[in-house]
């Protein structure tokens, strides 16, 4: 009686329990797994088995073997898989639990070998990618701000042009000095001003332009000039065989170009440069034609002429560069005469002629030179280029 009284209570007690286990674990063991079918087939077999367990426990029961059976209650196993089940349940606010989608699960992620060297790359990638960032912004130099000054800033392509000026010059129209090394020219150019005092320039600066640059004048073919450029070089224009310092291959290169640097940086201003009379005389563009200026004085032989504006009042300026640097320069050994020819506009003021104040201090210098001078006033071969502009002027008509 007493072995049928406890199987009555076990069972009555046991088959509620192990009911709603089951139906807990086959629903929620299903939704803990990330594979699916691998899962519910695992706890079906596991329930078989258990099924099994369970009914050989109950042969114990009739056999009298109840006492054995609840002191193995509850199963160990299938509480821990409901437990870890339960924790991977997210709570809905009605209190029931809904089954975790795979990617918000609770299992702990893992990285394979290959992902944790790809993330590894990855970090460095960005760590370098920052600091080169970083070092890039520290040492990417800074905009020189160059100082100003009252004259106009550097041409524009100044390298450019200087190049292409010396070609031209060089491979078309004087071919004989085809084995002039332009690019050396251009970079010694660059190199006399860059990175330099733009007030502080000297004639050791431009000595090696000037080697490269060296050409022999012949002799009765050097044409000088003040304050008369255009005619000056209308003349040589027409008489290719006749020169003045810009049909020379470093006067053709420079002219009309400004050019300056400063001692602060290794670039061009191309704001400004000093002005020869507002900032300063040794300025880069002034020391330059100074010294050109010099050295085709200094070459000159034969009978030298100059073109002289006798329409301006200042008909010889004594501040010229013809007046302090070449005047001076002529050496006597190689120049026996200066001839000079004082042209007047065809609508301008005959302000000077060869017998002018002005023309006289030119002759007392050449003079104490050893130079002999004459003058000659409206040369006819430039009145004609005069006259090709202007050929109805009363001056032209009168002269046919």
């Keep these: 009686m007493l072995f049928r009284h406890l199987k009555g209570k076990i069972r009555v007690a046991a088959s509620p329990l192990l009911l709603n286990s089951f139906q807990v674990l086959s629903v929620f063991t299903a939704a803990a797994s990330g594979r699916a079918l691998k899962d ?75 992902g944790k060297v790809c993330l590894g790359i990855t970090v460095l990638c960005v760590v370098v990618a920052i ?33 292409g000026r010396c070609y031209t010059y060089t491979q078309v129209l004087r071919p004989e000095l085809r084995h002039k090394d ?118 000159a032989c034969g009978v030298v002429q100059v073109v002289l504006n006798g329409s301006i009042s200042n008909t010889f300026d004594k501040n010229s560069t013809f007046g302090h640097v070449e005047t001076h320069n002529l050496n006597p050994l190689r120049v026996p005469v200066l001839q000079a020819w004082v042209m007047h506009d065809l609508d301008g003021a005959h302000s000077h002629s060869c017998l002018s104040p002005s023309i006289n201090d030119l002759k007392l210098i050449l003079n104490r030179r050893n130079i002999t001078f004459t003058c000659q006033d409206d040369y006819w071969p430039i009145r004609l280029l005069q006259c090709v502009k202007s050929p109805e002027h009363v001056l032209c008509s009168s002269a046919a």
């Excluded at 329930?47 to 006492?67: C, I, M, P, S, Y």
């Excluded at 059976?69 to 209190?95: F, I, K, Q, S």
């Excluded at 080169?132 to 390298?159: I, M, N, R």
């Design 182 to 299: 332009c690019q050396k020219i251009g970079k010694a150019f660059t190199n006399a001003f860059l990175s330099k005092d733009p007030c502080g320039s000297t004639e050791q600066d431009y000595q090696l332009l000037m080697e490269l640059t060296n050409q022999s004048v012949p002799c009765h073919k050097t044409v000088l000039w003040s304050k008369s450029s255009e005619l000056a070089h209308l003349y040589t224009g027409v008489l290719r065989d006749m020169f003045t310092l810009e049909d020379t291959l470093l006067g053709y290169i420079a002219n009309g170009l400004m050019w300056c640097g400063d001692a602060s940086s290794s670039e061009m201003n191309y704001q400004s440069c000093p002005h020869w009379k507002k900032d300063c005389r040794s300025n880069t563009i002034s020391v330059f034609w100074n010294t050109v200026s010099k050295r085709f004085a200094e070459n």
């Design 131 to 163: 600091t080169a960032v970083v070092v890039g912004v520290l040492l990417w130099p800074q905009a020189s701000k160059h100082k100003e000054w009252k004259g106009t800033g550097s041409t524009p392509y100044f390298s450019e042009i200087v190049l």
């Design 40 to 114: 519910d087939v695992g706890v079906r077999k596991e329930a078989e088995e258990r099924q099994v367990k369970d009914n050989k426990g109950e042969e114990h029961f009739q056999k009298g073997a109840a006492l054995s059976t609840l002191a193995a209650w509850p199963p160990v196993g299938p509480l821990l898989r409901l437990r870890r089940a339960l924790t991977c349940m997210d709570p809905m606010p009605n209190h029931r639990f809904r089954p975790v989608p795979r990617d918000e699960r609770c299992s702990k992620p893992s990285l394979s070998t290959k």
